[in-house]
């Protein structure tokens, strides 16, 4: 089996750690790794398959000989040094929003759209909210046709990275608020990312574009209210989606049960449905609360959880890979 020369972009964050931890679990085939970060962060230890590496800086020459880049540093820095990786022969899974609306760059959910890979050398990463809503998505749609989606999240402060989990624990302390505009242990914030002009947030319509982008539908009829609440890790989503067929509710549990990496929890009358503690540390999305909406003829209403920094972040990037690596096998 081939291996490859990893880089790391971002090593010593949220995600980038958990890169280097699903490296390992998906023992994904690596000959050598190199742990990126910035100049305030080189020198630090890191460890991969318990051997211990030193971040370096990341520079324009970080990629010579890298056959694959997993990055995590934000937008501006995959902007830059993505195509310089690119160039350098890597193939790069980009984890930012850089280039998720890029006509050229595939945006990929394995389960979902895998086959829009066509030997590109860069890759976008979803959101880590669209990632678990759009599994499921794809099953609905595959079975019976979507025409309109509602999302209603309930973001984890960990899709904020380190400052969003430290201001929840200080908050929880008696400390006041550092990061976020009000105390997230005492309430819910509709507010992820920056406001536009239409009222919306960039993370709403983030899950607006890439929803249409990944299901080949650009016309899908897509709305998004994205709200931060008071919970460490995995996000949950409430949706209500609008199909073009009739379908029976039995029918929608034993369509989704049978769909890649999803968990149908769906059983109220013991209080079996999906939570942020049963998705975290695990790459499944979970899908319970099935039933009819009573608002529209035919209208599906259910709630699902994940992982964000696992399945919504380091996991999806990972599984790409894996799947990259599959076809060089061929």
Not at 143 to 161: I, K, N, P
Not at 272 to 294: E, F, Q
Not at 307 to 325: E, H, P, T, W, Y
Request: proline share 4%; charged share 25%.
């Amino acid at each position: 089996m081939k291996k490859y020369n990893v880089a790391i972009v971002g090593a010593t964050g949220l995600v980038g750690s958990t890169f280097i931890h699903v490296l390992e679990e998906y023992k994904f085939p690596v000959k050598s790794i190199k742990m990126l970060a910035s100049k305030r962060s080189a020198g630090k230890k890191l460890l991969f398959n318990g051997n211990e590496y030193t971040v370096e800086e990341l520079t324009e020459n970080s990629f010579e000989g890298i056959d694959l880049a997993l990055f995590s540093a934000g937008g501006d820095v995959s902007k830059k040094f993505a195509p310089i990786a690119r160039s350098a022969g890597a193939r790069v899974i980009d984890n930012s929003s850089a280039w998720r609306q890029d006509k050229e760059i595939p945006l990929i959910v394995p389960e979902v759209n895998f086959s829009d890979y066509k030997m590109n050398k860069l890759i976008a990463n979803p959101n880590c909210s669209t990632i678990q809503s759009i599994i499921p998505l794809k099953a609905i749609d595959d079975a019976y046709g979507l025409t309109r989606v509602f999302y209603s999240t309930y973001q984890a402060v960990s899709g904020s990275g380190q400052k969003g989990k430290n201001d929840l624990e200080g908050c929880l302390n008696g400390d006041e608020p550092k990061f976020y505009p009000y105390n997230i242990a005492q309430t819910c914030i509709p507010e992820i990312d920056v406001f536009l002009d239409n009222g919306y947030t960039k993370e709403e319509i983030k899950m607006v574009n890439e929803t249409r982008k990944i299901l080949h539908k650009p016309d899908l009829l897509v709305s998004a209210t994205c709200v931060r609440v008071p919970v460490a890790n995995s996000h949950g989503v409430s949706i209500m989606c609008e199909v073009e067929r009739e379908f029976d509710i039995e029918d929608v549990k034993k369509t989704l049960a049978n769909f890649p990496d999803i968990v149908v929890l769906d059983d109220n009358v013991n209080h079996i449905y999906p939570t942020s503690i049963v998705a975290n540390g695990t790459d499944k999305v979970y899908v319970g609360r099935i039933r009819k909406d009573l608002a529209a003829k035919n209208g599906l209403l259910f709630y699902c959880t994940a992982d964000n920094i696992r399945k919504g972040a380091a996991s999806n990037a990972v599984q790409i890979a894996m799947k990259l690596a599959e076809i060089d096998e061929m």
